[in-house]
C-alpha cells in the first residue's frame, strides 16, 4: 500500500506545530555505535541525560531515530524482545524535550489508549484509527505523558492536541522523545498491532505489517 500516494490530497499537520527548527540530528542507536553498550539503561535520569547532552553539542536543536535500525545493544535489557529476535525498530523517534505538545498529523479515532508499566516498553501510548480512500490503518505514538487528554472513540482533527511527550514510567524508561508508527490492518488482524520491532526473519513483510511512517511526519 503505497501511503505516500494515497495521502496527496490530504493535508498532515506538523507532529510538533511549530517547535521544530532547523534540521535534525540523527542519532545512532545501532550496535556499531559502541556509545550504546555505555548508556545506563536502568537509570532513566542518567540515560536521559547522555541522550540530550548528545543532542546538546551536535548544535542540533532537535533529534531523530530511525525506522528500520537494528538496535540490539540499547534492547538488552528487554528479554523477550531479545529471545525473539526482534531487533529492528518498526518506528520513527522524535527526539524532544519532556511535556513538548503532539498534535494530531491526520483526522483519526482514538483506537486504543494504555500505559505499559514495564521498563523498556512503550510507558504511555495510544492508537489513531484513519480511513483514507476506504482503505483503514493506524498510527501509534509511544512514550507519553499520563493521564491521557483524550478519550477512547473520540475523534481528533488533525492540528488538535493529542498528548505531550512523557518521562521515566510514562516513557517506558525511556529516553523522551516520540515513537511514531504505522500499522496495517493485516498487522492488526494477525496480532502484530504492539510490536515496537519486528525479527530479521520479517523484515521481506515489513512493509504490509508496518510501513515507514515518515510519510505522516512533517515539520
Not at 531523530?64 to 525473539?84: A, C, P, V
Request: glycine share 10%; proline share 4%; charged share 25%.
Amino acid at each position: 500500500m503505497n501511503f505516500n500516494y494515497k495521502l496527496d490530497k490530504f493535508d498532515v499537520y506538523p507532529l510538533f506545530g511549530d517547535l521544530l527548527k532547523g534540521e535534525p540530528y540523527v542519532f545512532d542507536f545501532s550496535s556499531k555505535n559502541p556509545k550504546t553498550l555505555n548508556y545506563n539503561l536502568d537509570n532513566f535520569q542518567e540515560f536521559n541525560e547522555d541522550i540530550f547532552n548528545e543532542l546538546k553539542h551536535s548544535g542540533k536543536k532537535w533529534g531523530i531515530g530511525e525506522y528500520l535500525e537494528e538496535r540490539k545493544n540499547i534492547l538488552r535489557g528487554s528479554i523477550n524482545i531479545i529471545n525473539e529476535k526482534r531487533i529492528y525498530h518498526l518506528g520513527l523517534d522524535i527526539i524532544v524535550p519532556y511535556n513538548s505538545v503532539v498534535f494530531c498529523p491526520l483526522d483519526g479515532y482514538v483506537h486504543k489508549l494504555d500505559k505499559e508499566t514495564q521498563k523498556g516498553n512503550y510507558g504511555g501510548y495510544l492508537v489513531l484509527e484513519h480511513k483514507i480512500n476506504n482503505q483503514t490503518f493506524y498510527s501509534l505514538y509511544g512514550h507519553l505523558k499520563t493521564p491521557h487528554k483524550v478519550e477512547l472513540g473520540e475523534k481528533i482533527l488533525a492540528g488538535q492536541k493529542l498528548a505531550r511527550i512523557g518521562r521515566e514510567s510514562d516513557s517506558g524508561g525511556w529516553f523522551c522523545h516520540l515513537h511514531l508508527q504505522i500499522i496495517t490492518q493485516k498487522a492488526m488482524n494477525e496480532g502484530y498491532s504492539e510490536w515496537g520491532y519486528i525479527s530479521e526473519k520479517l523484515l521481506p513483510k515489513v512493509g504490509e505489517y508496518f510501513p515507514d511512517p515518515n510519510f505522516l511526519f512533517k515539520w
